[in-house]
Each structure stands twice: as C-alpha cells, then as structure tokens.
C-alpha cells in the first residue's frame, strides 16, 4: 500500500526572505506586487498578520494600521525557486518528490519510514529539520494524496492518517480542504455546507449537477477510488538503495562502511534478478544540505561487491563530509542481464579468472 506525505509551507516567500535577510527576523513586512495601479500585497510574514495585515489588502491601507510596515517587492519567481530547492532536499527521504501547487510538496513515502524507525519519527524528523531552517511547515501522511494534503492544512488532530483511514479524517474538513476552485467553494457556503461531511453521502447525480465533475474526483482521489499521479522533480531509479545516520557520518570510515552496506544490498537484489551493474552512483546527504557524490562505471555487468568498492574507494578521498552526512544512497544508473558465466569473470578469489580484469578496470578508473 502507497503513503503520502504532504508538507505545507505556510510563509513560503516570507520565511524565504528571512533565511536570506535574518534582520528581518523580527520586523513585520509585505511583499506586493501593482494590480490596477495601487500595490497589492501577496504575501505576509506571521508578525505583519498578527498586527491585522493580510494577502490581498492595498499597502497604502496596510501603512495607516501599521506605519512601520517594510515593504519589499514580490518575485514570483521565488516560490518556484524555493519549491525546487527544498523538493531537492527532501531527496534525501524519498527518491520521488514532487512540487505541490505554488506551497507545497508531495512525497511518496511508500517504503521509507521504517528506515528511520517508523512513521512518527520520520515526520518528526522531516518537519523539525524544516523547521530549523526557519520554515513554518505542517505536514501530513496518508493513504492517498487528497487526505495528506487536506490534513495537512486543515487537519487540527494528528497528522498521521491510519491504513483506510482517509474518510474519517476528511469528515469533519471544510470543502477548502478537497482543493476545490472558488466558485465551487463560494457555492457550497451559500448552501450552509461547511464541513465535508455535510454533503458527501448526497446522491452523486445531485453533487455532479449542482457543482461539476471536480467535487466528485476530488472526493474520489482523497478517498482512494481514484489514482493520482505526481510529477517527481528527478526520474526514480529502480535500483537504489538508502540508509540514513543516526549520527552524522563525518569520517572517511564511517563513508566506507556505509558504501559496503549499502553494496552488499544492491548485489544482493541484482543477483536475484541475475543481472549486474554497469554504473553506480553514490550520494551523501550533508546536514547542510549539500549533495555530494562520486561514481563508478565498469566495462562489462558486475555486481561482485569487493570490485565494485575497490573503485569507490579510490575516490571516496573527494567526498567532504563537513559538519557530517546524514543519508546515503546508492543508485544503479546503468543495469544490464548478467549470465552464470559473466558472473564467475568476477572471481577474485585464489586462481579466479577475474582478477586481471579486476586490475586492469581499477588502473583505467
């Protein structure tokens, strides 16, 4: 079964201008952009909204309520900027990330968490790492990415949505949180109907005739009878393998047994599909952020495990590991059918026929 975990990040562009201006830590300001000759604002830090401004008002009527407003410019071009780079991040948990509209992203999950020892520690992790950073970021994780998505916005109990769970936790939301337009929206308050509960038994015909065919696939995807594709930012690669730190690696040691473990994983698998690698690419997760990696390539298919590090090896030196690693991976780029016969070249034991070749491919990298 697939999970999802949603992310919301409320002040995107304004905690954005703070990681890169802390002086404005403390100070309330806008960002607008000109609509019909006056300036309009777009977006708000937490400190300007607790003082009564908000998206969508004139900044001339901002500065009669708060005179001390700092007012900067809106580049839209900033949120799609500062999406990429944290989906980038998040590679670190997931290899398929997607971005979410213009405030969010999108993970699948599916198969993740337990590497860091469940769900809960997992979420607990990615948010308090953002959180760090200084974004204020909400998240959710469930079944399907219409209830991930819903919790994480309007969700006001747990954040982690139970297997099946999906239409006990939509119930009690407001028609906002199927990410519905605002026509649809404005129809259903007219009608009283608030909470989505209030008219997800009504007769379908009914729904479909009174609102469009949106409401019912919205439903649909958030209750799982319905799939829903995401876009991820980077192609997943079937053969890759992941291991996350319980401390941060800061040791060319501690980089060559994370390598080896994770070597011995990726053979294992490509030994059971009876294939081997042609390429391989090694990736380290900095704490800072920084992705670093090397990679090896190899004359003909392998998955014979002393090789294969003996080429790491002689470049694991170019890794930095600074403040320390905190995820590893390993990706099969290139992967090719391996014969009985192809797989004993790589021998290198005593009288094996695969050491010259070992030796030559090692002297060529």
């Given at each position: 079964m697939r999970r999802y975990l949603a992310i919301w990040f409320r002040h995107l562009k304004t905690d954005w201008m703070v990681r890169r201006q802390p002086e404005l830590k403390d100070v309330p300001f806008v960002m607008a952009a000109p609509?019909?000759?006056?300036?309009?604002?777009?977006?708000?830090?937490?400190?300007?909204?607790?003082?009564?401004?908000?998206?969508?008002?004139?900044?001339?009527?901002?500065?009669?309520?708060?005179?001390?407003?700092?007012?900067?410019?809106?580049?839209?071009?900033?949120?799609?900027?500062?999406?990429?780079?944290?989906?980038?991040?998040?590679?670190?948990?997931?290899?398929?990330?997607?971005?979410?509209?213009?405030?969010?992203?999108?993970?699948?999950?599916?198969?993740?968490p337990h590497l860091w020892g469940g769900e809960k520690p997992y979420l607990k992790e990615i948010i308090t790492k953002l959180r760090g950073f200084g974004y204020d970021a909400r998240a959710a994780i469930a079944d399907t990415i219409g209830a991930a998505w819903a919790?994480?916005?309007?969700?006001?109990?747990?954040?982690?949505?139970?297997?099946?769970?999906?239409?006990?936790?939509?119930?009690?939301?407001p028609p906002a949180a199927l990410r519905l337009e605002a026509p649809i929206l404005e129809r259903l308050e007219k009608l009283g109907l608030y909470q989505i509960q209030s008219f997800i038994n009504m007769p379908?015909?009914?729904?479909?005739?009174?609102?469009?065919?949106?409401?019912?696939?919205?439903?649909?995807?958030?209750?799982?009878?319905?799939?829903?594709?995401?876009?991820?930012?980077?192609?997943?690669?079937?053969y890759q393998e992941r291991l996350p730190s319980l401390e941060p690696i800061r040791t060319a040691t501690g980089i060559e047994i994370a390598l080896e473990q994770l070597l011995e994983k990726l053979t294992e698998r490509l030994a059971k599909e009876e294939k081997g690698l042609r390429k391989c690419v090694f990736k380290c997760y900095r704490i800072d952020g920084v992705v670093q990696q090397i990679e090896i390539g190899t004359s003909r298919p392998s998955r014979n495990v002393a090789h294969l590090f003996k080429l790491f090896e002689l470049k694991i030196v170019s890794i930095a590991p600074a403040l320390g690693i905190e995820v590893f991976t390993l990706e099969a780029t290139i992967v090719e059918d391996i014969s009985a016969q192809q797989d004993a070249l790589w021998d290198f034991t005593e009288g094996g026929k695969g050491t010259a070749i070992g030796e030559l491919l090692d002297l060529k990298n």
């Open positions: 609509e019909h000759g006056r300036m309009v604002i777009r977006a708000a830090n937490t400190i300007a909204q607790a003082k009564g401004i908000e998206v969508n008002m004139v900044v001339a009527d901002c500065r009669a309520i708060l005179p001390g407003l700092q007012v900067f410019d809106d580049k839209p071009e900033l949120t799609d900027k500062a999406l990429c780079a944290l989906a980038e991040w998040c590679l670190r948990y997931t290899p398929v990330v997607a971005v979410d509209q213009r405030d969010g992203l999108i993970l699948d999950v599916s198969g993740c919790v994480s916005r309007y969700g006001k109990t747990t954040p982690m949505v139970e297997h099946s769970y999906q239409l006990e936790a939509i119930l009690p939301l379908r015909k009914a729904l479909r005739r009174r609102f469009g065919q949106t409401i019912l696939t919205r439903l649909d995807q958030a209750l799982g009878q319905e799939y829903e594709v995401i876009q991820p930012i980077q192609p997943v690669e079937p």
